[in-house]
Structure formats: C-alpha cells, structure tokens
C-alpha cells in the first residue's frame, strides 16, 4: 500500500519539481521532496491510505470528511497537484462505478426530484449563508474590475455588467430563472427601472427574497415565485441565469433550452451565466454525493448546440474564470473567520466537508476544467442592436 502512495508521490514530483509537499504514514514515516515542505497530507490510518487508492478523490473527501487523514498547510497547493496528474480521473471499481451510476439516477431532475436537490444544498439557513457571502447574499460568480474590489463590490460589479450586456430599459420585463435571494432583480429594478419576475425552488430564499422586496418597497415591480422553471409562464423582453443552469442536468437541457425560447418575446435578449467545461468529462462523484445532487457542468459546446436548436442566436461568450476563483478564495476566507460559528451550527465533519467543497471549487477554477460562462443571445434574429460592446465598457462601474 505504501508503495501506490509512493508512486502517487513520484508521479506529483515529476508533475512539478519545485513543488514543496510530503506524506506522511500513520506508522510516522515521511515521504519528502523538501525540508520545508508547504503542505503535508497525514495518513493517520491505513484504512485511509486505502480509500484514496480505491476510489480517487472520493475516498480522499470522505477520509478527510472522517478525520482520517489531514492537510497541514496549504490545501490549495495539493489540489493544484491533484489536477496536475490528472488524480480525478483514478479508475474506479464496477462496483463504485454502478453505485455512482445509481446514485445519478436517484438525483436525477425531474419535477419530483429537483426541490430535494435544491434544498439539500440551498437551505440550511440565511444564518449559515450569511457567514461567507456579502451583504448582497449572493452566491455566484462575482466580477473583479480590479484585485482589491471587495466581494460585496464584485458583486454589484457583476450585476452592472450583465444590465449592461442585456441593454435593460425602463418598463421591461426581465425573467430571472433561478433568482436566489433575489439580488440581479432588486438591483435591475433600482438602477433600470424594470419590472421582473424571478423563480426559485429553495423555501429559504424565496421567502427572505419576498421579505427583502417588500422592505424596500418593490413588490409593484418585482416578484419572487417558488415554482420549477418548467412551471412559469408568460412573455418576457429579457432573460437571465446566473448559477441555475448547472442544476438542469444533461437530460433536461434540451427542455430548458426550449423552454426559455417559448418565454422570451421575438427577438428579445438573453444571458446565461453559467459554470461549464471547455470539453465533456464525468461528474465528480463526491460533488454528487455530497454538494450539489443532480448537478451537471455541460461543455460549452453542449450548451450552445441546443441554444441553436432552440432559436437562440448567439451574441457573445465571456469566460469569466478568473473571477470565480476571486470569489471563491472570498467565501473560502470569510468561512475560516466564521469556522466556530459553522462548527456550532452544524458538526466537524459538515465543517470539513464545506472547506474541501470551497477549496476544490476555486482549484477547479485555477487549475482544472471548470469554466465560468457568461453567453448573450437573442431569441431568434433582431437587427435592433448595439453595434459595438462599447456600452458595456464606457464607464467604470463604480
């Protein structure tokens, strides 16, 4: 068993020399490439040691979920080794693969399924939320004008930013699918004078959105409902998305595509603002089990073939990468102010769990296959549009 660890390490060192990182097994022996290495994963039981060698970063995740195993110093730095040898493709068993197959079937989104999807990850309290995510209460990709934007600003940023792409005007009517807390429509009700209506499957946030909307005194020109996307009805000028879309699933996103095209007006805009991959590859096990049930991160190509298919012409594709792992480093440091407060609240495994789940994210960001897609479209063709971005990009935001 020693010598798979071992090979795993030799593999890492040659991935990248000048990297500073050692094992160390639960008998104490240490496996080094330097004297000071920045971070050391702790074997501290063998039956960890063999978790990590049957099910790849599964069994790593629940080991360290369990206590089993630890990382002392940087986390970061051993997932971007992770990815560098490729360790989230480790072979998996039949047996693994089929009860992961199965487990996909369970979580897959139907109209029965998708509210318990939601509500595993979504509602476990604005309290619990409120301790790593701003003022705002937003829980997707922010947008840095510069390194020292605070997460609050990135924020408010990214919301200006897709008004912009949009072209909103007074009077529309925007259709948020997915909304969250609500934040993209009270901020595109304030600033542009829009009429909106926004869904979400989450108990939580439907009900602090509609609080949030009535305090400040919107409840004439936005809504907040708690259906399924495939339950609203109506016609919209414009769409957006943001976060939602990596929730459909790959069997649904033909229905969502065509869905969206039957709520837009002709010719009205949309965006999609959405996690993906530059080429298909599995779902992570562990992500499934754990996070987010029944979520799937489509490639790019996946998503725009059935925007095609459905009507939609594309616009523009912004891929915003680097900004998902600023906010993720973000939420990652705002929930280690807060770790105590999360381990009263919940239990140190949840603590853990939570961690890996930020860390990994922001890794994926940096140093994997994850993508951050902003794409603009139109239902069908218009020629009543900007011919140049220059009115995204004119003024700074704030």
């Not at 992770?82 to 897959?108: C, M, N, P």
């Not at 600003?153 to 807390?181: F, M, S, T, V």
């Amino acid at each position: 068993m020693k010598a798979a660890i071992k090979k795993i390490a030799d593999v890492m060192h040659g991935a990248d020399p000048t990297a500073r990182f050692a094992f160390e097994f639960w008998d104490g022996e240490t496996l080094g490439y330097c004297d000071q290495p920045e971070v050391l994963l702790r074997l501290k039981t063998k039956e960890s040691a063999q978790q990590l060698l049957g099910k790849g970063f599964l069994g790593f995740a629940e080991a360290y979920m369990a206590g089993d195993l630890e990382v002392e110093g940087n986390l970061e730095e051993l997932l971007r080794l992770g990815y560098a040898i490729e360790f989230d493709k480790h072979s998996l068993s039949f047996w693994q693969k089929l009860r992961f197959l199965l487990l996909r079937l369970g979580t897959r989104n139907t109209s029965n399924r998708v509210p318990k999807n939601i509500s595993h990850h979504y509602d476990r309290g604005d309290e619990f939320y409120a301790l790593y995510l701003d003022k705002t209460m937003t829980y997707s990709c922010g947008y840095f004008t510069c390194e020292t934007d605070s997460l609050e600003q990135a924020q408010l940023n990214k919301y200006e930013h897709i008004c912009r792409k949009l072209a909103l005007q007074p009077g529309e009517k925007l259709l948020d699918i997915g909304c969250g807390w609500g934040g993209m429509l009270i901020y595109a009700a304030q600033k542009y004078g829009i009429k909106g209506l926004g869904n979400t499957l989450s108990r939580n946030q439907c009900e602090c959105a509609r609080k949030k909307i009535e305090a400040l005194g919107l409840q004439n020109h936005i809504e907040v409902v708690l259906k399924d996307y495939r339950e609203i009805n109506g016609k919209f000028d414009k769409f957006v998305s943001i976060g939602m879309f990596e929730h459909v699933g790959k069997a649904f996103i033909p229905l969502f595509m065509h869905k969206i095209s039957n709520l837009l007006k002709e010719g009205g805009m949309g965006l999609l603002h959405t996690i993906g991959k530059d080429v298909e590859s599995p779902r992570d096990p562990w992500v499934s089990k754990y996070i987010f049930p029944g979520y799937y991160l489509p490639s790019l190509a996946e998503i725009v073939a059935q925007m095609n298919l459905s009507g939609q012409s594309i616009l523009d594709v912004e891929n915003l990468r680097f900004h998902y792992s600023h906010t993720l480093d973000r939420w990652a440091n705002n929930y280690e102010k807060n770790v105590e407060k999360v381990r009263s609240m919940f239990d140190e495994s949840f603590v853990r769990m939570w961690r890996l789940y930020l860390q990994v994210c922001s890794a994926g960001f940096k140093y994997g296959n994850s993508r951050l897609y902003q794409i603009l479209f139109t239902n069908g063709l218009t020629n009543v549009l900007p011919l140049t971005r220059k009115h995204v990009y004119q003024d700074e935001y704030y």
